[in-house]
């Protein structure tokens, strides 16, 4: 699995768009991108994925660069309740995640 | 996403006895269980997976005979935690894998021992 480097932690305005970076240079063609955000005391919540087209649903977008070296997840209007640990993990296929420190982003009014 | 459910959300016990934990896969058959602990201020580390009907594969690291893992149905993985000290007081998370494109996570476990 590829190793990922993520910012140790951000704040973002409540309302705002909250922009979170991830790199990944060793990641191979065949590994896809994946975010998880942990609510304080709770499990691991799936955000999205991706391979290498930017990808968005109901959560958030993503945004891979065409290199596919790095990636961004972006919550486009924050709110309080986003407040958390956000994963971002390069895996061969969905099984075997293994987490780095992720980022944590707190959110503020 | 699918549905996973963990049991207890959370256990207080003493030192030397043994915890056990469920977890289940409420809405696909699992094939593969993961098993993670998370120890305060850390990230997730995996610490076993198993496949059903046969032995789990343990991460480096962690001690088969301490944490026993049994995967008998597809539905139903349980964690026992052997003779358990203080330092063992961790939080539990399953994963089941294998029956969609996406990994779930289970609610979590609370272990503390005393």
């Known amino acids: 699995d590829a190793k990922t480097t993520q910012p140790t932690s951000m704040d973002c305005a409540e309302g705002r768009a909250a922009n979170l970076p991830c790199n990944h240079s060793?990641?191979?063609?065949?590994?896809?991108v994946y975010w998880y955000r942990q609510i304080h005391s709770q499990g691991p919540q799936y955000i999205i994925h991706?391979?290498?087209n930017n990808e968005t649903n109901e959560m958030a977008s993503l945004i891979i660069t065409e290199d596919r070296k790095s990636s961004t997840l972006i919550l486009p209007h924050a709110t309080l309740r986003d407040t958390a640990v956000y994963y971002c993990?390069?895996?061969?296929?969905?099984?075997?995640?293994?987490f780095g420190a992720g980022t944590r982003l707190t959110v503020k009014p | 996403g699918a549905v996973v459910s963990q049991h207890p959300s959370r256990v207080i016990c003493k030192s030397g006895t043994s915890v056990k934990i469920e977890c289940r896969s409420l809405?696909?058959?699992?094939?593969?269980m993961f098993w993670y602990r998370q120890f305060p201020k850390q990230s997730l580390m995996l610490m076993a997976t198993?496949?059903?009907?046969?032995?789990?594969?343990?991460e480096q690291g962690v001690e088969k005979d301490k944490f026993l893992i049994n995967h008998a149905s597809l539905t139903l993985s349980t964690l026992t935690v052997t003779s358990a000290h203080p330092e063992d007081s961790s939080f539990y998370i399953c994963?089941?894998?294998?029956?969609?494109?996406?990994?779930?996570f289970g609610p979590g476990t609370r272990l503390t021992v005393l």
């Open positions: 060793t990641i191979s063609g065949n590994e896809y």
């Open positions: 994963s089941p894998g294998g029956g969609t494109d996406t990994q779930y």
């Open positions: 993990i390069g895996v061969y296929n969905n099984n075997d995640m293994r």
């Open positions: 991706g391979l290498k």
């Open positions: 198993s496949n059903e009907g046969s032995k789990a594969t343990y």
């Open positions: 809405d696909f058959q699992a094939t593969t």
